[in-house]
């Protein structure tokens, strides 16, 4: 093995792209535990496949996001990022409240949140924030809705691209408004927001809700999805969360958070895709708190881009994309793997989906695919590996995504396909 390229590789782990660290409120007493219970991976402001605000930012304008929680607790506090901004991003105030629907929020639910005791912040550029602890009693796999608003202007946005949920923009302060009525404008993207954390309550339950599933404990702690675009939930249903990552939660009973992002590389950075996974794992896997478990699934971009470049008119977003053996994308691999075993996170690996018929397809990808899969079942190097390849192929034909689970560009799963994926990752894990 080229040990260079290794120690290229995880040079990431040892800079660490959370260098200038997470900015963590002073006044707030630790609680006993802290579980990540969704996220999102930061994203440079760019296009996107979808339209979106990230490069002409906010202006005295109030951003309200919905997302789903796979964990109960009595306390909430959200986790922004700044990461791509190059001057701090000013927060004039933020809550968080029960969604009830769309950009609606519960009565009496609307909890102002703090950061250091103070309802204003500065998040640092190329930093991140954490706010104070709010008291909000939530149950697993409930809905809700952070508020930002900014009183001045922002600049370019650090986002997430494919959110794959409706998040709603108005102008003026209504942040604690009740009343969706305001927030006239609309994308599937999310701003800033990165995280939610739980706590309080023992094993993070609420007193009025019941056990968690015997399917899942707290003692296993909390899944960490990682990948491209498949692990985003490209293809699934929007507002529906019907990604892989929801129907896993459901399916095990486990936190899970998603960070997917569409279009990310393990060996390279992109600007529409993110940093490659390997300079981004510490920041969106190993910084998240009551993690357990990771899932990596990527790679499909590596050995596909140069196979689509070549098709007529590509797209610029597919570059850059060299020609990558099976022995350059294992070296990324083992990279991830290293670092997750030495934060003592069980490292679960899945082989590549079928994708033959799709633009990424081609003599060179069919080998290395072929190559990297049969490494990721025969290696032993994972602690465990989830086979998509195996339970997502056509009948007809293994190289091809089956019919019944493709969302149309033989690539990307549909609704059901992601089921197959959650099932197959659930069974690695014993539920």
């Given amino acids: ?28 007493a630790a609680p006993a535990v802290w579980t990540a219970a969704w996220g999102a991976s930061p994203q440079l402001p760019s296009t996107g496949f979808t339209p ?25 506090r959200i986790r922004l990022s700044n990461t791509y901004g190059t001057a701090p991003l000013r927060i004039t105030g933020a809550t968080i409240a029960r969604t009830t629907r769309g950009p609606a929020v519960g009565q009496g639910t609307v909890r102002h949140l703090t950061f250091g005791g103070r309802r204003s912040a500065a998040v640092p550029a ?13 149950k697993r796999l409930e809905s809700v809705t952070v508020t930002l608003y900014f009183a001045g202007t922002t600049g370019p946005a650090t986002f997430h691209a494919q959110g794959w949920a409706d998040t709603y923009r108005a102008n003026g302060d209504h942040r604690a408004d009740t009343s969706g009525a305001a927030y006239t404008g609309s994308t599937q993207s999310w701003y800033y927001l990165s995280g939610i954390e739980v706590g309080g309550g023992k094993g993070g339950r609420t007193a ?25 939930g490209f293809g699934s249903t929007p507002n529906t969360n019907h990604r892989y990552s929801d129907a896993l939660t459901e399916r095990t009973g486990r936190p899970v958070v998603n960070q997917g992002i569409g279009g990310n590389l393990v060996l390279n950075d992109s600007a ?13 896997v190993l910084d998240q708190p009551g993690a357990s478990t990771v899932v990596i699934l990527e790679g499909v971009n590596d050995i596909g881009f140069s196979e689509a470049v070549k098709g ?65 079942r025969r290696s032993g190097e994972f602690d465990a590996y ?10 007809s034909d293994p190289d091809r995504l ?20 959650a099932d197959e990752v659930a069974g690695v894990l014993g539920r």
């Fill in 402 to 421: 089956s019919p019944a689970y493709d969302h149309g560009d033989a690539l990307h799963p549909n609704d059901a396909g992601y089921r197959v994926m």
């Fill in 312 to 376: 007529p008119n590509p797209p610029p977003t597919y570059r850059p994309a060299p020609v990558v053996s099976s022995g350059e994308l294992i070296a990324g691999y083992r990279a991830l793997i290293g670092a997750a075993h030495d934060k003592g996170l069980k490292a679960v690996g899945a082989t590549l989906l079928p994708f033959k018929g799709s633009d990424h397809w081609g003599p060179h990808a069919a080998r290395v695919s072929n190559e990297v899969n049969d490494w990721i």
């Fill in 52 to 76: 979106n605000w990230s490069q002409e930012g906010f202006s005295h304008q109030s951003v309200r996001q919905v997302v789903r929680v796979t964990k109960a607790g009595d306390l909430a």
């Fill in 386 to 395: 989830a086979d998509f390849d195996r339970a997502l192929a056509a009948p």
């Fill in 126 to 138: 190329h930093g991140e924030l954490r706010s104070d602890a709010a008291p909000l009693k939530l």
């Fill in 272 to 284: 529409w895709f993110g940093e490659r996974s390997t300079a981004r794992f510490e920041r969106d």
């Fill in 208 to 232: 009025r809700e019941p056990a968690e599933p015997s399917c899942g404990t707290p003692a296993e702690g909390g899944i960490i999805v990682f990948g491209d675009s498949i692990t985003d």
């Fill in 1 to 28: 093995m080229d040990t260079t390229l290794v120690r290229r590789i995880a040079a990431p782990f040892i800079a660490g792209s959370l260098a200038t660290g997470i900015l963590a409120a002073p006044s707030e």
